[in-house]
């Protein structure tokens, strides 16, 4: 049959072609916007030796959680290791390759790899390890280093909601990492909320097209909140920080 | 008295100027956002893709798919906008953005700056930070002056791994405001009944003191 076919109806299916060793990045931040069911179903079909680009690596039972306490990682790239008990101990021990790249570097090496751009200059990280053994230059009158794109061979992704050929919109902060990553997938996988019809959507409105995406499945989200905050819990009228 | 991080907090909220763009950072800095001067208006940008942050939700308003960079939950101003991280790093690493707030393990007289691991004993990740440190048009650093031992966090060289280097231009800590140029630490203001002499020995980094210095007023 001919057409555009991408809706998927079980999870062995969203991830057919997954093999050991192979290079996934995985959307979200912290516990907001990830592909709850594909995490889990990477989990469940037991892939080892996995490099993972992610933002976090989730917490210590959910989330890229699961895959670090199932030692399905070998390399886990990513910006930020802050609660997650697990990944912190197995980063002190060595016992897993650990990368930790500034978050803006690594959204940029995402955006880059799904643009066709191998390499870029950034002035973010000079002078610091993160420059190390990194090619540097001088422009107008700042240094910066040389990083490279990043690719994977899936990108597993969420999203809010999705037409029959793949355009996809999310919703508030559970965008994040997902729109980039979604470019940089050799094949890209969106788990999401809801699944329409094309034209369904208002094509103004779209923020993935749909040639970025090769498999939408519909997902069940918990949703878990990492640090929940209400006003009266804190005392304090506003609160904002980054 | 030294000051309490409210305190810190308070006193830091007089860098905001009217039409900041402004990007808090975890810990003292988020209390920013609680002492913003009546008379002018900013906007939070969270570097997980929100431009216009507002108030911790009521009970009934928590949405998991609303956060700020430090994974709480949080609400949207009116005329807020959401975006990738790579809008929201474009906006941070183009310069887009007045003023960073953030903390610090150490800051030294060269405006080095050190945040985000301490080897063998503790990896926090550099997040956004050092994309920040590079980027902001204006940085303040709020932290803690020297450490239960009595040992100085404002350093001749910082010892721990750098997020950035010759960034910082002002510190505020428990004990004083500091700007940071020509090497050396210029002490600014410093905290009520205070004295010199203790600034004096808790800073390691070369601290000058020029004239009289006024009290930090929270």
Not at chain 1, 90 to 116: F, H, N, S, Y
Request: aromatic share 6%; proline share 3%.
């Amino acid at each position: 049959m001919a057409g555009f076919h991408k809706v998927v109806q079980s999870y062995p299916e969203a991830l057919e072609g997954l093999k050991n060793g192979m290079t996934i990045m995985v959307g979200g931040f912290g516990l907001c916007g990830i592909p709850e069911g594909l995490i889990r179903s990477v989990g469940n079909l037991g892939t080892t030796d996995l490099i993972c680009i992610s933002n976090n690596a989730g917490i210590d039972d959910f989330g890229l959680g699961i895959l670090l306490k199932k030692r399905q990682i070998k390399t886990m790239i990513a910006s930020y290791v802050g609660e997650n008990n697990l990944f912190e101990e197995l980063c002190l021990k060595k016992e897993m390759d650990v990368q930790l790249i500034p978050q803006g570097t690594l959204a940029e090496k995402i955006r880059a790899g799904g643009a066709g751009i191998p390499a870029f200059y950034t002035p973010t990280g000079f002078g610091t390890l993160v420059a190390k053994d990194k090619e540097s230059r001088e422009f107008k009158g700042r240094f910066a280093i040389l990083e490279e794109a990043l690719t994977a061979d899936f990108s597993l992704i969420k999203a809010w909601k999705a037409d029959t050929f793949g355009n996809l919109m999310y919703r508030k902060t559970a965008m994040n990492f997902n729109p980039i990553m979604a470019t940089a997938g050799a094949i890209t996988v969106a788990e999401v909320e809801e699944i329409v019809e094309a034209g369904d959507l208002d094509p103004s409105h779209i923020h993935t097209p749909g040639i970025f995406v090769d498999r939408i499945i519909q997902g069940q989200f918990e949703k878990r909140i990492e640090q929940m905050t209400i006003k009266s819990s804190i005392g304090s009228t506003h609160a904002t920080q980054s | 008295m030294p000051l309490s991080r409210d305190q810190i907090a308070k006193r830091i909220a007089k860098e905001l100027k009217d039409g900041y763009y402004v990007n808090l950072g975890i810990g003292i800095p988020t209390l920013v956002a609680n002492y913003i001067p009546k008379d002018i208006q900013v906007i939070f940008q969270s570097e997980n893709g929100l431009l216009g942050v507002g108030e911790f939700p009521s009970e009934a308003d928590v949405d998991p798919d609303l956060i700020n960079a430090g994974k709480q939950t949080v609400t949207a101003i009116t005329g807020a906008c959401y975006f990738s991280s790579a809008d929201s790093f474009a906006m941070i690493r183009g310069g887009h953005i007045d003023l960073t707030v953030l903390g610090a393990f150490e800051v030294d007289e060269t405006g080095n700056i050190a945040s985000w691991m301490i080897p063998h004993k503790l990896i926090k990740g550099m997040g956004g930070a050092m994309d920040l440190v590079a980027g902001a048009q204006n940085i303040v650093v709020a932290m803690i002056h020297a450490n239960r031992e009595g040992q100085s966090k404002l350093l001749q060289r910082c010892q721990l791994p750098l997020t950035g280097v010759h960034c910082v231009k002002k510190v505020v800590t428990d004990l004083a405001v500091l700007e940071i140029h020509n090497n050396a630490f210029y002490l600014k203001e410093k905290a009520r009944d205070v004295s010199l002499e203790t600034i004096k020995r808790l800073t390691e980094g070369r601290l000058i003191i020029e004239g009289t210095i006024p009290d930090i007023e929270v």
